[in-house]
């Protein structure tokens, strides 16, 4: 549900994921905790990580939405370790979920860890990379100053 000045303005109903609900292997509908709320600086936007439909221990990722208040229009950013708007942008930089990539070069095959930055454009709906290959960004943040 959203809110303005106690005032109901907009109600989402995000997801209703499939999960086990008990310990026999009962498979039945389940909905996800909201694990963040972020607001644009400007208040236009409002950046909704549930917890993710494939989070696991191994793997931990939420799901992001994004609600544009001016048309009340929910739609879908990513799957992502985590997210955040950028200072003063209307921006996200968000962390792919963990994965698995094949490490060039030696005799026997290895796999590494891998995680990528991304940017999102809401206005567009579009992700673009800033980093491919073998990274692995676990924890980005925004340092004040950097430009």
């Not at 005032?7 to 109903?13: A, P, V």
């Not at 607001?39 to 939405?65: F, H």
């Not at 930055?117 to 800033?130: E, N, S, Y």
């Amino acid at each position: 549900m959203v809110s303005r000045s106690g005032k109901q303005i907009g109600h989402f109903q995000i997801q209703v994921n499939t999960c086990p609900i008990d310990n026999h292997g009962t498979i039945g509908k389940c909905e996800t905790p909201i694990r963040s709320l972020d607001w644009t600086e400007d208040g236009k936007w409002l950046l909704i990580g549930e917890e993710g439909l494939n989070d696991g221990s191994g793997q931990r990722q939420d799901d992001y939405y994004l609600v544009k208040l001016a048309t009340m229009k929910l739609s879908t950013v990513a799957s992502a370790y985590t997210a955040f708007w950028l200072p003063r942008r209307d921006q996200i930089v968000y962390v792919t979920p963990q994965d698995l990539a094949p490490l060039p070069g030696g005799h026997r095959k290895r796999n590494v860890w891998v995680q990528q930055l991304m940017f999102f454009d809401p206005v567009k709906g579009t992700p673009t990379a800033i980093t491919s290959g073998l990274t692995n960004n676990v924890d980005p943040s925004w340092c004040e100053g950097a430009r």
